[in-house]
């Protein structure tokens, strides 16, 4: 099956200081990609669907400000959160659509935490 | 938007079929019925997914009810590998994005 790589799978940082992590869609191009959130023991929340050169379209309730979210390129897909604070920490899981079937492949997802 | 029901839990044993059943009473006649699981601490994998007759691949089968209302993913053997939270989800035409609900957490016992 095609493959979604994410970067960093782990990543710590402090209150008030700005996370990046990408999302790479290796063997297919992706016209679209996903964005989700996961608390423990909770199921994936989308959070926004992000389409090649143009602007993400942002689920209700997620500040558009605070997660950035970029894709610049067939395979690759960015998610920036600004400003974090503890609240934020969460696992974050990509998603990429093959645009030739309706599968959708995930990524291994990125573990932040916000100390 | 389509919902689901899926029990919150289940639980079988090494190499016996399992039956998982999923309710989706409000979908609508073009959308399709998508099985994704998720190990612990990695991204959903793609399981199955059908739009009205039945479905097989290598990893499990799909049977879809003759008024799309329901649909059960079947694993023939499971094996200890296949614990994990299994979601029902619809793929609603031009949404273009899967919404998960809560899954059912499947235990399988050695």
């Known amino acids: 099956g095609a493959v979604v790589s994410q970067h960093p799978s782990r990543v710590i940082c402090k209150s008030g200081t700005s996370v990046k992590i990408e999302c790479r869609s290796l063997?297919?191009?992706?016209?679209?990609m996903f964005w989700y959130r996961q608390f423990p023991k909770k199921s994936l929340m989308l959070m926004a669907t992000?389409?090649?050169?143009?602007?993400?379209?942002?689920e209700q309730g997620v500040e558009k400000d605070k997660f950035l979210i970029n894709h610049a390129s067939l395979t690759l897909s960015t998610l920036t959160v600004t400003s974090a604070h503890p609240e934020d920490s969460s696992f974050y899981i990509c998603?990429?659509?093959?645009?030739?079937?309706?599968?959708?492949?995930f990524g291994p997802g990125t573990r932040l935490t916000v100390t | 938007d389509a919902k689901t029901t899926q029990p919150n839990s289940m639980e079988s044993n090494e190499e016996e079929p399992v039956h998982l059943p999923c309710n989706h009473s409000?979908?609508?006649?073009?959308?399709?019925i998508h099985w994704y699981r998720q190990l612990p601490s990695q991204g959903p994998e793609y399981v199955i997914h059908?739009?009205?007759s039945n479905v097989n691949n290598r990893m499990a089968s799909l049977a879809i009810a003759e008024d799309r209302k329901s649909s059960t993913l079947i694993l023939h053997r499971a094996t200890l590998r296949d614990a994990a939270v299994y979601y029902c989800?619809?793929?609603?035409?031009?949404?273009?994005?899967?919404?998960f609900g809560q899954g059912t957490r499947l235990t399988i016992n050695p």
């Open positions: 998603s990429a659509r093959w645009s030739e079937t309706y599968e959708q492949y």
């Open positions: 063997d297919f191009q992706a016209t679209t």
């Open positions: 992000s389409n090649e050169g143009s602007k993400a379209t942002y």
């Open positions: 409000t979908i609508s006649g073009t959308d399709y």
């Open positions: 059908g739009l009205t």
């Open positions: 989800i619809p793929d609603i035409q031009g949404a273009q994005k899967l919404v």
